[in-house]
């Protein structure tokens, strides 16, 4: 089998979190180049993979600007810088694997979608729950029709108070403005699931939600705008405290708030407050300046009169759970704890499933989805058959599409009808 040259075009914490299976698939991948303006994540993945000096490149204009030197390009940036590297990486003939979303607005996604068409290059979108262990199964049940026909389906992404006060709060993905609406940055995984489970066109979208909890408006009285700075009359019983969140735990949210990506950094406690010092991160969670929602539901109906309700909301442990609602039968699925339970109406009798762990078990690397494509990955760029997880780039912008509507719909208070939505695109 053909062994891959790759370059990795940030190398931040999705970017490490390929890396790291990279590591383990070297007679499949070669990385010969990476791009990243932090110097510290460049000597992490030089390490991981024996690079020399002349395979580093502090951003991607300056490694874009070679002549194509590798097969495929992996674009691991933020929301708003995959535009366009994207469309430089095409133009210059590599095949990607892209981040999920795809791009900030309709119109980028739809120029990335066309280039690479025209192109003739593979787009491969991080949509990496397709290719976890947990979702297969699923999907497999499904197919099989175990409950025959689905009517209906209830999908919930419990996001975790913590990891949205530390993300959609606090970090990266605070504010539309800089990253992407909520159901793009964080949902597009699940609006991706419920397309591929149901496997029908979205015909119309309605949505609600709103950031309600983490304003100025909830701060306790007298807390200052910097946790990490200021004495705070709440520090004792505040779940998001930076002491309790970032410096006294052993959380991967206290490399991150140190700005360390790599896996086994571990950051000393004075690296950890000159980070909340110097960053968003020192904020309270009441004064972060922050515009994303914090809860929303969607509601969507498919091809055949398929009724689907999403949502998403921060308060919460964390974790997926789903109920999909077919002509013979009731499936419940919490990926959290990896069961699956099915529910027939002719024997009336309930089977339960229980997926075995895994390397990135159930509830980390996204379920095993991080390493399953990765191995789908090879097959889908080696022109074998792929599992039926490998979706086209046309696939996942149509999918995006769900998420974009569903935003205008819960901002204009209307319902989108998908086709005059795209039409009119």
């Known amino acids: 089998m053909k062994t891959y040259k790759m370059i990795i075009i940030g190398a931040g914490g999705r970017g490490v979190d390929y890396s790291v299976h990279l590591v383990n698939m070297r007679d499949q991948f070669e990385i010969v180049g990476v791009a990243d303006p932090i110097k510290e994540r460049r000597d992490n993945l030089k390490n991981m993979f024996n690079l020399t000096d002349d395979q580093l490149f502090e951003n991607w204009e300056e490694i874009l600007s ?81 409950i025959g026909d689905v009517q209906s389906v209830i999908q919930v992404e419990a996001v975790g108070n913590l990891h949205q006060s530390h993300s959609y709060v606090r970090g990266d993905w605070y504010r539309d403005d800089i990253a992407t609406p909520m159901l793009l940055a964080k949902s597009c995984h699940d609006i991706d699931i419920i397309q591929w489970l149901v496997d029908k066109n979205c015909k119309k979208v309605s949505s609600f939600g709103d950031l ?82 914090d809860h929303q539901v969607v509601n969507m109906e498919f091809e055949g009169g398929v009724t689907v309700t999403f949502t998403m909301n921060a308060f919460n442990k964390g974790g997926r759970d789903i109920r999909i609602f077919g002509t013979a039968g009731e499936l419940t699925a919490d990926m959290d704890r990896g069961t ?47 599992s039926n997880s490998v979706c086209s780039l046309r696939t996942s912008y149509m999918n995006h599409l769900i998420s974009f509507a569903a935003e205008e719909a819960r901002v204009e208070n209307k319902i989108v009808n998908m086709k005059e939505y795209e039409k009119n695109i």
């Not at 900030?104 to 192109?119: H, L, P, W």
Request: aromatic share 10%.
């Open 66 to 146: 070679k002549p194509k030197f590798a097969d495929i390009a992996i674009i691991a940036t933020q929301d708003n810088m995959h535009y366009e590297p994207a469309l430089k990486a095409i133009d210059l003939g590599y095949d990607l694997l892209l981040e999920k979303p795809v791009s900030q607005t309709v119109q980028e996604c739809i120029d990335i979608a066309n280039a690479a068409e025209k192109k003739g290059v593979k787009v491969l979108v991080c949509h990496v729950l397709r290719y976890a262990p947990f979702f297969k199964k699923v999907k497999e049940l499904i197919m099989n029709d175990v």
């Open 340 to 386: 699956i339970r099915i529910y027939s109406f002719e024997t009336k009798e309930t089977t339960e499933i229980t997926m075995k762990a895994i390397a990135g078990t159930i509830t980390s690397g996204h379920g095993g989805g991080d390493t399953g494509i990765m191995d789908d990955l090879v097959q889908y760029f080696n022109d074998e058959e792929p």
């Open 212 to 293: 309600s909890y983490f304003t100025p408006d909830n701060a306790p009285e007298g807390a200052p705008k910097r946790c990490i700075d200021t004495e705070c009359p709440a520090r004792e019983t505040c779940p998001y405290n930076v002491y309790k969140v970032y410096v006294n735990s052993d959380s991967w949210m206290r490399r991150s708030a140190a700005r360390g990506f790599a896996k086994e950094f571990t950051p000393t406690d004075d690296e950890v407050v000159a980070g909340l010092r110097n960053s968003n991160f020192g904020s309270c969670v009441f004064h972060a300046n922050n515009d994303v929602v």
